[in-house]
């Protein structure tokens, strides 16, 4: 039996999805260091709620990243001047939403890489979810596989270990309630996660957005009354 | 004919390979939108480079982008505690350099995607050759295909347009010297690019590493004068 530590970089937003990956993949047996993104985004209470996830969590080390995705603008996330799309009918069924984020996932993913590639990591794990938000292409499996076929020819330790990068995806195929039901199950603490994207300045959900939607449905589903809102 | 402006992004380090690389993609025809990174390198001479062969070429905008690689380390070039390698033989058949900084051209890409998504551009160029610098994994030709299928999965703009991001790279295959060649015969000014790894504090190159022996042989089989050491 090998008594080698498993080691896995979580990429941890603050939110819902990245709160249950990080679950999860502590209880496939993973040591996690988690990668948090100081990205520009409307609301840095993301950034408060990643550090709480960390502190209830069993994390090795928790690394926030900041770049600065204004530069390019373009998203409702990014730019102020682009509202937030609220009271949207059939989420999952519309075209790509105007939250969308240029090359988000790619850029971070490309930072884990290099991170985990420092650390002599080859999991890397990434809570996207392609049931929910089936208008985020870099959500989708096959965006997944050609990223880490990428990262396998990109790095030294790639090379030197002939490609094992593999890039986790364990919620991809949920639903938000299957999400919900999972982590619960495995104690993630909801309360401490954030999900809206366009909180009041206290920090209070918009109770409008696609994302707080999208978890009041998710909630729903599961027969779970969502701690963050008590 | 077409009368539609063919533009691009280029990532342009200050360099001598990717100066070269600029020009080709402008005597092709392209606009050219420059993207260029301050990334913790040893050296900011790199930056003012850029800039010098911004002001003197056909450049439609210049964006600088503020990334922090020293936050990972492990590279001559962001590591201060690293020292770059001096007056080493055989460098192209030699394992993967020290001065190989993790993921960066993954990084550089990913950036450069976001921005050309933004701008509905769909070729990026980027000067990396594989002849010199056969220890940079991510210098290849097999790294730069995958990034490109990555690419066309991972943007709303290649969903919507079915995939037709191209990262062009022109002298991937060439020699040093057919570089310069190729960059004289365009106009290039050599003297405003930067290639030493490790200058002296007055930005004068070292003339021992790696770089600066590869930018010395090339002038010398192309039968020309470096400017930059007149």
Known sequence: MSNEIK??????SGGLDSATTLAIAGDMGYQCCA?????????????????KVVAAMAVKEHKIIDIDLTAFGHSALTDL???????RENIAENAIPVTYVPARNTIFLSYALAWAEVLGIFDIFIGVNATDYSGYPDCRAQFVDAFEKMANLATAAA?????KY???TPIIEMSKAEIIKKG??????????????????NGKPCAQCDSCKLRETGFKEANLKDPALS
């Open 35 to 51: 990668m948090t993104f100081r990205y520009g985004q409307r609301h840095s209470i993301e950034i408060e709620s990643a550090r």
């Open 166 to 168: 593999k890039i986790q």
């Open 81 to 87: 001047t682009i509202e937030v799309p609220k009271n």
């Open 7 to 12: 080691k896995a970089v979580i990429l941890l």
């Open 159 to 163: 090379v030197e270990n002939k490609g």
């Open 184 to 201: 619960t199950q495995l104690g993630v603490d909801y309360a401490l996660t954030h999900s809206c994207y366009d909180p009041d300045e």
